[in-house]
């Protein structure tokens, strides 16, 4: 059976039909809006009103005496196994004259609660009814201000519809409810936390409904605890000011670790690549895959164009020490070469094709999977058959080790290929100080298990005493900014300036009351600037600003400036803006 419902429970027209579409209960909304009468109510079929009705379709369109509605469908839990009821809600969408249905100006959104089952956990079993009825309360009173609707359709997931004229408050208050969510306390130690995906001006309602949910991945593909709004091509961002939540659940990476299995069993053989001026996690990641597919018996190389001062002294221990250079390190065009119809390519430690080893190999690969740990930005490679993207993770190097754990076999690694995976979580963490997680100690474990050592991964980063009196130089020459912040310009005439920045800036952080640091360098006919905070800082966000990207910690950025000055005063000002921003 149904139970009755209150006829003020929703502010929009809501029914209930059975299987055959007969209108079995209705709302006081629906009954006026319709002008229909209880004495009629029983003989009507909802296909009286919406020509082509299905129940199986979530969501349809319809014009119902001359005005344009979007129509949601939801099964109905009862007793019953012989009956199926329906659910059906009616949003009113703005029309034009000639077609009954222009665009409409509905902002659509989907918010999603970014850590639920972890909030539940840490809180007592009689606080969780109060806990979800407070979330529920704010974000309902949210959409009530603004005269909008909410609808909850699964514990930690909403729809939220409104005008889109009142997006521009929401963008000026800078979605309060992100802090009035994270400020619950009910005894949780860890802090409740939404992300927000809202699709705008879309061709029909359906097409919004798609940017919102491209909206909320990249959201929750980001960190979460953020608004994106996506206006067709364009996104907007809100928030994302908080750390990424290290997510400790070992079922999705062991769920990967199967998927990751099965495609690479079904293709023909694999090519691993990386991004441009490979650096440690990104080398190390791509030996990780290799010793994965070798495993299982497929031919397997990595594409690998030139070897950076970031990696030159493991390369030459890889080398010299196994048979990598003849049977798996290859160029672009033994790549391009090596492409068959049932090809596997894996792409580490980036998911911007633009800035791969060889962008044009994502075009003609048949399949590509995509391992990272950065945070998105709006560019990222589509259509990939398989994604594992976390950016609580510390180095892609640790989301590999994952993998490596989770096979069903033992896989053995060399020495030396155990130091190349350990190394790529040293350098991403800073030596283990930013983005540690209680999967990065296990997975440094597991590879000290495996050989690594701590020892030679160290000389794996000696430096000479001319280098460090360059860096010593660019120091000493650091400019204060906003009191707690650090600027300088590291050399240019160097064999690898970019490397010489990212050091810097990390040394920078070692100077008391420096929270921030960003360091230029001139490479080629680009300034690239290596950005460095203590976690208050979101450095990412400036990055962003600055056409980059990275994580809250650690981020980077690379501009086409006429000169260095011109660069310095335009990272002011992103910097400047972002605090505006924040305050």
């Known amino acids: 059976m149904i139970k009755n419902m209150d006829s003020n429970e929703y502010l929009f027209p809501h029914l209930i039909i059975d299987s055959s579409l007969n209108i079995i209960q209705s709302n006081h909304k629906f009954d006026s809006e319709f002008s229909i009468k209880e004495n009629k109510k029983a003989s009507l079929k909802i296909s009286d009103l919406i020509q082509d009705y299905n129940a199986e379709i979530k969501e349809q369109k319809a014009v119902i005496r001359a005005k344009c509605y979007k129509v949601f469908t939801t099964p109905v839990d009862t007793n019953s196994k012989d009956l199926m009821y329906y659910n059906v809600f009616l949003i009113l969408n703005e029309c034009g004259s000639d077609n009954g249905c222009a665009l409409n100006k509905s902002a659509i959104g989907l918010i999603f609660i970014d850590n639920y089952t972890d909030v539940l956990d840490d809180v007592e079993d009689v606080k969780h009814p109060l806990l979800t009825a407070l979330i529920d309360r704010k974000i309902n009173s949210m959409a009530y201000n603004i005269g909008g609707i909410v609808k909850k359709f699964e514990k930690d997931k909403y729809i939220f519809i409104f005008a889109q004229d009142k997006l521009t408050h929401l963008k000026e208050s800078k979605f309060p409810i992100l802090d009035r969510i994270r400020e619950i306390d009910m005894g949780n130690k860890l802090p409740v936390t939404l992300s927000i995906g809202i699709g705008i001006n879309g061709k029909t309602l359906n097409q919004s409904m798609e940017y919102a949910r491209a909206a909320i991945d990249l959201a929750l593909s980001r960190g979460g605890d953020q608004v994106l709004i996506k206006d067709i091509d364009n996104y907007s961002f809100f928030g994302g000011n908080s750390a990424e939540l290290n997510i400790n659940t070992r079922v999705r990476a062991r769920v990967k670790a199967f998927a990751l299995t099965d495609l690479i069993q079904e293709c023909s053989n694999v090519i691993v690549m990386g991004h441009k001026n490979s650096d440690m996690d990104c080398i190390g990641s791509e030996?990780?895959?290799?010793?994965?597919?070798?495993?299982?018996?497929?031919?397997?190389?990595?594409?690998?164009?030139?070897?950076?001062?970031?990696?030159?002294?493991?390369?030459?221990?890889?080398?010299?020490?196994?048979?990598?250079?003849?049977?798996?390190?290859?160029?672009?065009?033994?790549?391009?070469?090596?492409?068959?119809?049932?090809?596997?390519?894996?792409?580490?430690?980036?998911?911007?094709?633009?800035?791969?080893?060889?962008?044009?190999?994502?075009?003609?690969?048949?399949?590509?999977?995509?391992?990272?740990?950065?945070?998105?930005?709006?560019?990222?490679?589509?259509?990939?058959?398989?994604?594992?993207?976390?950016?609580?993770?510390?180095?892609?190097?640790?989301?590999?080790?994952?993998?490596?754990?989770?096979?069903?076999?033992?896989?053995?690694?060399?020495?030396?290929?155990?130091?190349?995976?350990?190394?790529?979580?040293?350098?991403?963490?800073?030596?283990?100080?930013?983005?540690?997680?209680?999967?990065?100690?296990?997975?440094?474990?597991?590879?000290?298990?495996?050989?690594?050592?701590?020892?030679?991964?160290?000389?794996?980063?000696?430096?000479?005493?001319?280098?460090?009196?360059?860096?010593?130089?660019?120091?000493?020459?650091?400019?204060?900014?906003?009191?707690?912040?650090?600027?300088?310009?590291?050399?240019?005439?160097?064999?690898?300036?970019?490397?010489?920045?990212?050091?810097?800036?990390?040394?920078?952080?070692?100077?008391?009351?420096?929270?921030?640091?960003?360091?230029?360098?001139?490479?080629?006919?680009?300034?690239?600037?290596?950005?460095?905070?203590?976690?208050?800082?979101?450095?990412?966000?400036?990055?962003?600003?600055?056409?980059?990207?990275?994580?809250?910690?650690?981020?980077?950025?690379?501009?086409?400036?006429?000169?260095?000055?011109?660069?310095?005063?335009?990272?002011?000002?992103?910097?400047?803006?972002?605090?505006?921003?924040?305050?």
Do not use: W
């Not at 597991?446 to 009196?469: C, H, P, W």
């Open 287 to 583: 030996i990780g895959v290799y010793k994965i597919v070798d495993s299982l018996d497929k031919d397997c190389s990595i594409v690998l164009n030139k070897v950076t001062t970031s990696i030159s002294e493991f390369y030459n221990r890889i080398v010299n020490e196994t048979d990598y250079a003849e049977k798996v390190f290859i160029n672009s065009d033994e790549a391009l070469k090596k492409i068959k119809e049932n090809t596997l390519l894996i792409v580490v430690d980036t998911y911007k094709q633009s800035i791969c080893e060889f962008p044009e190999l994502i075009d003609k690969a048949p399949k590509t999977v995509v391992f990272d740990h950065h945070r998105k930005s709006t560019e990222f490679i589509k259509d990939a058959v398989l994604t594992y993207h976390e950016p609580y993770a510390s180095s892609t190097c640790e989301l590999i080790t994952e993998m490596l754990l989770y096979m069903n076999k033992d896989i053995s690694l060399l020495n030396v290929e155990a130091d190349g995976l350990l190394a790529g979580i040293t350098v991403d963490t800073k030596n283990f100080a930013f983005k540690t997680g209680t999967k990065t100690f296990e997975a440094a474990a597991y590879l000290k298990r495996k050989g690594a050592d701590t020892i030679r991964v160290k000389m794996l980063f000696q430096n000479s005493i001319e280098y460090y009196a360059l860096r010593s130089k660019v120091i000493e020459g650091m400019e204060p900014f906003n009191r707690n912040m650090a600027i300088a310009v590291s050399e240019s005439n160097v064999e690898n300036p970019t490397l010489l920045a990212a050091q810097v800036s990390d040394e920078l952080l070692n100077i008391k009351g420096i929270e921030a640091s960003f360091v230029l360098c001139q490479n080629e006919e680009k300034i690239n600037i290596s950005a460095r905070s203590l976690g208050k800082i979101n450095v990412q966000l400036i990055m962003e600003k600055m056409g980059g990207g990275g994580h809250q910690t650690v981020s980077a950025a690379q501009i086409t400036e006429f000169d260095i000055n011109t660069a310095i005063a335009s990272l002011k000002s992103a910097i400047n803006e972002y605090l505006q921003e924040v305050k």
